[in-house]
């Protein structure tokens, strides 16, 4: 039988730390963003209760069912492998208390485990002592990390009630297990209809909104809109324009005509809004230049949110740059190149890249929520932008590979047309001023760190 342990201290008591672990959410919020692991089921951690996972890729995935025993309310909880993988997997979660700070619990992973094909499958067991080290290591930064800005943002554990469009989004599928986890209730704008209680219809399409079941919630989260990766064709720029011009005109409108509306709506938009400024700083305050389509988009985008801060609510629109995952996005597209030592710069080496890990738009968004001194327009963005060539180079050293594959602008262009030329070649030096300002605390401002963080790739 193999034993794995990993211990953290968190600063909190041990009554957070399983108030933590039991809320909706606090599987997805630790599940690094790396493994191939879906919850199809989750039912809590009380004994007898079961979750239903799939593990590995598509049609590969293998089933994990575990069920939960020898729950201690706020203590403990376990839960055992009753099919899987594994020939045992018997996994312990403790929260205990320190002698002499009641707020300095620890928190304490122990897993038995048995590899199956005896003897052949023991030889593997070194491969998976480092991997659940790596998993675990993320695990404890993201708890210390949630429960710190939970506890910042909200000594009081007010409970908000909260909506969200784009919900099943690379952004929303972690923003409201995070809001979850916290206490706070969320209701889901919904465009293909309502398939829970919580479920909102909000459909631009059909220019309908259940504006009644907004009546009373405290915030509104705004992300949702087209995916703008792929070949820009007439029919994909409509769909790009209208899903956030359109979608966040109706959703504006309906919150201003409310009884009783939100105290506050955050509203995604993205650093296209600035064009190409080549070296430049670029804050709040920085007019577009050159902008193109994107930063068309994006101006309508903004202009679309006027109804509900002309209604009184305030309105912030969160400005994103380029967010840093394995789960999507750019880096995701990047990641089997370098994996195969075949990457290299797309672009040119001097070109800024406005990168933010996922976990810092999460909290950014979290902050603006909290933050009345926010409103308007807020870059959401790393304090510290890098060239292309640093990214390139960064990303290649924390993999331990080579990176000499460079892709010249001429092909970027031939090959992406119109969406290559402003996502990709458009150089942006984008800060965050007005986060800064009001005082938000990022958990990654360096490059490298972040990318150790997101990829699981930390030092020991």
Known sequence: MNTFTASSSLGVSADALFDWHSRPGAFQRLTPPWAPVRLESFEGIGEGDRAVLRMGPGPLALRWVAEHHDVVEGRQFCDRQVQGPFSHWDHTHRFESARDDAEGAT???RIEYELPGGALGQQAAPWLEAELRRQFAYRHRITRRDLSLHRRYNPDEQSLTIAVSGASGLVGSNLVPFLTTGGHTVKRLTRSGPTGADDILWDPRTDRVEADKLEGVDAVI????????????????????????????????????????????????????????????VTEESPPQDAGFLGEVCKAWEAATVPAAAAGIRTVQMRTGIVLTPAGGALRLMLPAF???LGGRVGAHN?????ITLDDVIGGFYHALWTDALDGPVNLTAPRPVTMQAYTDTLADVLHRPAFLN?????????????????????ARVVPDRLQETGYDFGFSALENGLRHVLGRTEA
């Not at 992300?223 to 209208?242: C, D, M």
């Not at 070109?351 to 990168?355: E, G, V």
């Open 339 to 341: 994996w195969l030592g």
């Open 407 to 427: 892709v010249p602008s001429s092909l970027v262009r031939t090959l992406g047309g119109e969406m290559a030329e402003e996502m990709i070649l458009s150089s």
């Open 351 to 355: 070109q800024y890249f406005p990168w």
């Open 107 to 109: 928190l304490t992973d």
């Open 222 to 281: 705004h992300l949702a809109g087209e995916n703008v990766f792929g070949r820009w064709t007439p029919a994909k720029k409509q769909r790009i324009y209208s899903s956030r011009a359109d979608g966040t005109r109706l959703l504006s409108e309906a919150l201003a005509g409310l009884d009783d509306p939100p105290e506050v709506l955050v509203s995604s938009s993205a650093v296209g809004y600035y064009g190409d400024h080549g070296p430049d700083r």
